[in-house]
């Protein structure tokens, strides 16, 4: 069965540096999402894209979130400039129909 | 009026017993109810949706409950297993908004006793 796959498993990074999350969605997905879930807390939505556009964000997406569908399978969430609040797991899901959200295992960001 | 109420923040149950899980939300606009699974250090898994239209929907042990009216759904597990002992994510959409993005409840951590 098809799943989404996301890279690293695990990321720590200093603050104030730049990371790169990596997705890759299920091949005839159209739909694509970053949520990001602090530990103990709820998932929260970050970002959709469709049509090789941002649909909308949250107001935790600001200009140092960015996103990208670089080659038409991996879908990516840039952090330009890291802070230790943005220390969560972070989850790619991608979807074929406007409704159903298929979740990858999560990357685990820790800004130290 | 974004929110979803999740309750209860845990529960604990014994083998074979039913789970029941609750879920409130505001916004009358939300025409898609999921309920995803979460065992530690996993993503969310889908278990089972429904929509406004209609008042239940079973697959296998797990059902959904739908009250409109009071704008509340429920998960049910019947006859539950240690197996699953995870953390249950309630969450809503609007699937006509053109994002489709989900509003989570905060979580309920069930635990099944053997």
């Known amino acids: 069965e098809p799943e989404v796959t996301q890279t690293p498993s695990h990321q720590v990074t200093q603050m104030g540096q730049e990371v790169i999350l990596r997705c890759v969605p299920i091949?005839?997905?159209?739909?694509f999402y970053w949520y990001r879930q602090i530990l103990g807390q709820k998932v929260e939505f970050l970002v959709s894209?469709?049509?090789?556009?941002?649909?909308?964000k949250s107001e935790i997406f600001d200009d140092q979130f960015s996103v990208e569908r670089p080659d038409g399978s991996n879908f990516t969430l840039k952090i330009r400039s890291t802070k230790l609040e943005d220390s969560a797991m972070y989850f790619c899901a991608s979807g074929r129909l406007q409704e159903t959200q298929y979740f990858g295992p999560g990357t685990r960001l820790l800004v130290l | 009026q974004q929110q979803v109420k999740q309750s209860p923040q845990s529960l604990i149950v014994q083998k074979g017993g039913i789970s029941i899980i609750n879920c409130a939300y505001e916004n009358t606009a939300f025409d898609y109810f999921p309920w995803y699974q979460q065992f530690p250090g996993k993503g969310p898994a889908l278990l089972i949706a429904i929509r406004p239209d209609v008042s239940e929907k079973k697959e296998g042990r797990f059902t959904i409950s739908f009250n409109k009216s009071a704008k509340q759904f429920s998960l049910h597990i019947m006859d539950s297993q240690p197996g699953d002992s995870a953390t249950y994510f309630c969450?809503?959409?609007?699937?006509?908004?053109?994002?489709?993005?989900?509003?989570f409840g905060t979580g309920t951590r069930l635990k099944v006793l053997a």
């Open positions: 894209f469709y049509n090789n556009e941002i649909s909308e």
């Open positions: 969450a809503a959409s609007r699937t006509t908004s053109g994002t489709y993005k989900y509003i």
């Open positions: 091949s005839n997905h159209l739909y």
